[in-house]
């Protein structure tokens, strides 16, 4: 079955940087478009990236573009969220998943963004 494992987030100071990374396996990744969501305590899933399957198009929500970079690579099955500029307003549960509404996610990794 489909197995999505986020790994990466952590502690770090507002204007800080992380990399995320989420190991796919269970269906042909290769093939897949996938997305990155995430969810802030309180608030529901939110759309943060996506990247088609042989990284060819991304896009960003609105919020991201000039701050994070979705890549992927298909040899390892793996799936990465280099997020720059770090404000607390990003402390969420991040989560990969096969479609921009969060679907098969994983457990997610939680990113907080605090001095």
């Known amino acids: 079955q489909v197995q999505l494992v986020e790994s990466g987030g952590g502690l770090v100071p507002p204007g800080g940087s992380l990399r995320l990374s989420c190991a796919a396996s269970?269906?042909?990744?290769?093939?897949?478009?996938m997305s990155w969501v995430r969810q802030a305590p309180g608030q529901g899933l939110e759309w943060v990236a996506s990247i088609s399957a042989a990284s060819h198009g991304v896009l960003y929500g609105s919020s991201f573009k000039d701050r994070f970079a979705i890549s992927r690579d298909n040899a390892k099955n793996m799936l990465y969220l280099q997020m720059n500029s770090l404000q607390p307003n990003d402390t969420a549960m991040y989560y990969c998943a096969k479609d921009t509404k969060g679907s098969g996610r994983g457990q997610g990794t939680q990113v907080t963004v605090s001095s």
């Open positions: 269970g269906f042909s990744f290769s093939t897949s478009s």
